[in-house]
């Protein structure tokens, strides 16, 4: 088994750097809120009466992170599009907002266009490629990024470009409230966790290896439930999946008897910030997955702010990710069957 705090063998498997990518999270945040407080929007962006957000993957992780962590100060909906057509709903009181990290992700090329049509109001978070010309032709207030502190290339190990830059976007047109200090304290204190994460993470990733993990988060942390998901997919090779408490406690609970052979651990994201009667929940929960001889593991979150418990799971999730690939002896930038996919999708 890989001694995974040994960088020497971590490198052997990670020519890439994923692991100096996930490292770098709070320095892809601290860049992406300063970038943002250049951004200007004209009137008619702020009296916006709906929010598309358009992303595949982990471009679209800054909308669901949105939705979640909003939901109670937004006063519009917010719709998550990863798909080639836009909503119905779409007019020129809707806002756009045109996330892909590399900029040449076809379907939100796509939406680009529709939007475009639908006379609605565009804005563009992007590192370049396509994306990031439409937004230049079309004179877009954009945030177009340097992606200077990823340095394995990936898009999916943006996370903190894509996540605060979603929310920074929202910020600026005034339709969320991250004020300055609250943003800089999460930063920090991402980073003063950082060691502590990174030992809960290669611990846990330990306790998953051979299980499949079930991620099972609640209210203002179901978004980081999604990118968890993801990450488990495309940095560990390992399936995966979420649900949120309470919606679960009305279902899924019945799920855990059949088939008895099963090999799954069921992760708790646990929040000192969730409402009382949802802590409640989640203990209940975790009694129920047990007696139903389901393994169990639990991350507490760390941080003074639910802003900073949602960037202290993003770190979580990247280690713990990346440890389980490595775990399995495999290379963590890799995306093989991805790759194949949009190979032959392209003939």
């Known amino acids: 088994m890989i001694d995974l705090t040994n960088l020497e063998a971590i490198k052997k498997l990670d020519p890439k750097d994923v692991y100096g990518s996930t490292g770098l999270l709070a320095d892809q945040c601290t860049q992406i809120w300063n970038d943002a407080k250049q951004l200007n929007y004209p009137q008619n962006y702020k009296s916006v009466q709906n929010v598309v957000v358009c992303g595949m993957g982990g471009s679209a992780y800054g909308g669901h992170v949105l939705k979640a962590l909003c939901k109670e100060e ?7 599009n990863s798909d080639y057509s836009l909503p119905k709903f779409v007019n020129e009181k809707t806002l756009v907002i045109l996330t892909s990290y590399s900029g040449s992700t076809e379907e939100t090329l796509s939406n680009a ?6 006379r609605a109001q565009i804005t563009v978070l992007t590192s370049g490629g396509k994306l990031g010309q439409f937004a230049k032709d079309n004179n877009l207030p954009s945030l177009i990024f340097d992606d200077k502190n990823n340095p394995s290339g990936q898009p ?14 929202l910020n600026q047109l005034g339709l969320i409230k991250l004020d300055d200090a609250t943003v800089q304290t999460a930063i920090s204190e991402l980073k003063t966790n950082h ?13 998953i290896q051979g299980n499949i993990p079930v991620i099972f988060a609640a209210e203002f942390l179901e978004g980081n439930a999604h990118i968890v998901r993801n990450q488990f997919n495309e940095t560990a090779k390992s399936f995966s999946a979420f649900s949120d408490i309470p919606e679960l406690n009305h279902h899924l609970m019945e799920g ?6 099963k090999k799954l651990i069921v992760l708790f994201i646990n929040s000192s910030f969730y ?5 409640k929940r989640v203990a209940l929960t975790r009694d129920v997955v047990e007696k139903n001889t389901v393994k169990t ?3 507490d979150v760390l941080g003074s702010s639910k ?7 993003l770190s979580f999730g990247g280690y713990v990710t990346l440890y389980l690939g490595l775990l399995y002896q495999l290379d963590p930038s890799l995306i093989p069957w991805v790759d194949y996919f949009k190979e032959q999708l392209a003939k």
């Open 297 to 299: 593991a639990t991350y």
């Open 113 to 118: 266009v529709k939007a475009k049509e639908a």
């Open 275 to 279: 409402w009382d009667r949802i802590a």
């Open 156 to 169: 999916r190990l943006g996370t903190g470009y894509i996540v605060l830059g979603t929310l920074a976007i």
């Open 74 to 80: 937004i006063p519009v909906p917010v719709y998550v």
């Open 307 to 313: 802003l900073s418990h949602v960037l202290n799971v």
């Open 195 to 207: 060691d502590g994460v990174m030992e809960q993470a290669r611990n846990i990733a330990k306790e």
């Open 256 to 261: 855990l008897k059949n088939p008895t052979d």
